[in-house]
């Protein structure tokens, strides 16, 4: 299986990437999309990705980090994409929960990635917190028909879920899901998600699936299988099915 969502520029993973790369193969993850939450890490993991065939890379600009992006960051960007195609450009989108930027930078660093985006029919890699109507408003605006991408970390409710089916977004579920006190209205969700718009992701180190005994210090790709196993459980399938299933789709949104 492969995970759509890990967070690789942590110390913890690159003092011995190739340890790193085993342990999620001997767990059967057999891959990772490294997710960018800067330009300059954009940057990083781009050349990272370039020595493992087993890793691939997003290139964009996180809503935390919407701040950090000027008139001139969409040059850079395109020139990014240009030296080494990433599978999606993201992680972009807005969070109003913490707003590390402001509304305005979240809203002109998301705006200008999704036309980018659309330039080189890349699909979007989406983080969303408590700015679902905003977001919608927005991908709605800029795309006339589908929206390619994935909105990753869904947390939401059936209703946020539908909305962004109906755009044809595929659906990042991480280990949030096993998280007995706050995964409610997603587990309740997730037998609502098609099996074709399904896609698994750790976002490791964050979001430590809470289910797995002993507990570990923090989240790692390895992890995957916690998170595949309850979203099976929640959806009446057996495991294998579901990792074959998100698989075939992990490789028709980026592949
Ligand atoms: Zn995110």
Sequence with gaps: MIDIGVNINHNDYLKDLEETLLQCHQAGVEGIICIASDLSESKKIQILCEKHPQMWFTLGCHPHQAKS???????????????KRPVAVGETGL??????????????????????????????YLHERDAHQDML????????????????????????????????LYIGITGWVCD??????????????????????????????????????RNHPKYLPWVAAEVARLKGIHVDDLVQQTQKNTSRLFF
């Design 69 to 83: 992006w000027t008139t001139a960051s969409a040059e850079k960007l395109n020139k990014l994409i240009e030296q």
């Design 95 to 124: 969070d109003f929960n913490r707003n590390y930027s402001t509304r305005e930078e979240q809203i002109y660093a998301f705006e200008q990635q999704i036309d980018i985006a659309k330039e080189h029919s890349l699909p979007l």
């Design 137 to 168: 408003t927005i991908l709605k605006h800029h795309y006339h028909g589908e929206v390619k991408g994935v909105v990753h970390c869904f947390t939401g409710s059936k209703d946020a879920l539908h909305a962004y089916l109906d755009l044809g």
């Design 180 to 217: 007995e006190r706050r995964g409610q209205d997603l587990q309740e969700a997730i037998p609502y998600i098609p099996n074709d718009k399904l896609l698994l992701e750790t976002d490791a180190p964050y979001l430590l699936p809470r289910n797995i005994r002993p507990r570990p210090k």
